[in-house]
């Protein structure tokens, strides 16, 4: 079974810039995360989607940060513009929908903001 | 509101020591709970999990046991590896709902 997929896995830019990170995933799980782990840190959940609608991102700086999951499926999260200390790993993972189960994690999306 | 409490690190063992990684948590209920690990420049792994009181999760020599009058599931390992060297998070997940909380995660370095 294929994991879950982010891209790119590596990524520097500028302040003031803009980036957008891509996540696919695992077939058929309902729910889908964007977490953001600064170095030392553990995940902080930006947004939670259930198929395309948002069930959380209290957390989510929305004058910065946007992300959608327009079919239920893939996902794309966008930071613009960049600051300093948006420098982190982007995690995202995706669960079956019920509650209680397991996430799975890809292997991040590395943002280095210069 | 739920929160998971971790130790911190970072802790350094030698080759084939013992290992207990503290977790406390609070949560309404029974919520489900996780170790996962992240080895360097990677994402997270799901290591264990249990899903009610008194359950044990183990995986890779690693155990958890969901103690519920304690609030806590510790991780351990009897005799650890330079391969075990990573960052531990435990992590709760609510029993109604799917969010997820986790730890602050506690670096463990295993030296030969």
């Known amino acids: 079974e294929a994991g879950v997929a982010q891209s790119p896995r590596y990524k520097i830019i500028e302040k003031r810039q803009s980036v957008a990170f891509w996540c696919n995933p695992i077939?058929?799980?309902?729910?889908l995360y964007w977490y953001q782990q600064i170095l030392g840190q553990g995940p902080k959940l930006l947004i939670q989607?259930?198929?395309?609608?948002?069930?959380?991102d209290s957390q989510l700086p929305k004058d910065r940060f946007s992300a959608e999951r327009l079919k239920g499926v893939d996902s794309t999260l966008k930071i613009q513009p960049a600051k300093l200390e948006d420098s982190a790993v982007y995690l995202c993972?995706?669960?079956?929908?019920?509650?209680?189960?397991?996430?799975?994690f890809g292997e991040g999306s590395w943002l280095t903001v210069v | 509101g739920d929160s998971v409490t971790q130790m911190e690190g970072p802790v350094t063992l030698s080759e084939e020591a013992f290992l207990t990684i503290n977790c406390t948590y609070t949560?309404?209920?029974?919520?489900?709970l996780f170790w996962y690990v992240q080895y360097p420049g990677e994402g997270l792994q799901l290591l264990l999990k249990?899903?009610?009181?008194?359950d044990k999760g183990s995986n890779k020599g690693f155990e958890a046991t969901y103690r519920k009058e304690t609030t806590s599931f510790h991780l351990e390992k009897g005799s650890v590896q330079v391969s075990d060297s990573a960052v531990y998070f435990c992590?709760?997940?609510?029993?109604?709902?799917?969010?997820?909380?986790f730890g602050t995660g506690t670096s463990l370095t295993v030296i030969p």
């Open positions: 992590a709760l997940t609510p029993n109604t709902g799917n969010q997820f909380y």
């Open positions: 949560a309404t209920g029974y919520p489900s």
């Open positions: 077939s058929g799980h309902a729910t």
């Open positions: 993972a995706s669960s079956p929908s019920p509650s209680g189960n397991t996430i799975y």
């Open positions: 989607f259930q198929n395309n609608g948002v069930v959380d």
């Open positions: 249990a899903t009610k009181a008194d």
